[in-house]
């Protein structure tokens, strides 16, 4: 029902069409990056499963989706063993 109101909008105004194009791509790019983060190493589903998966990870795996002044392959672990 809504696709197709937007669709007859879309046939009577077809300026509406750019807008609607860059609508639909903000959202499915939305979706995708909150895929993404959903994904991500320090989120947990499963608790009994593994309840801290954040202490498995290498001290050189960049977690951060940008890291403009961190070099993550000179990293060094600190801290102790778990």
Not at 16 to 40: E, N, S, V
Not at 56 to 77: C, E, G, M, R
């Amino acid at each position: 029902m809504i696709f197709r109101t937007a669709i007859a909008q879309a046939k009577k105004h077809p300026g509406l069409i750019p807008q609607f194009f860059f609508i639909c791509l903000g959202m499915g790019g939305a979706a995708l990056y909150l895929l993404r983060l959903a994904k991500g190493p320090h989120v947990i589903w499963n608790k009994t499963k593994n309840p801290e998966p954040w202490n498995n990870l290498d001290p050189t795996y960049q977690y951060k989706f940008v890291a403009i002044s961190t070099d993550y392959k000179n990293l060094k672990k600190e801290g102790p063993e778990f």
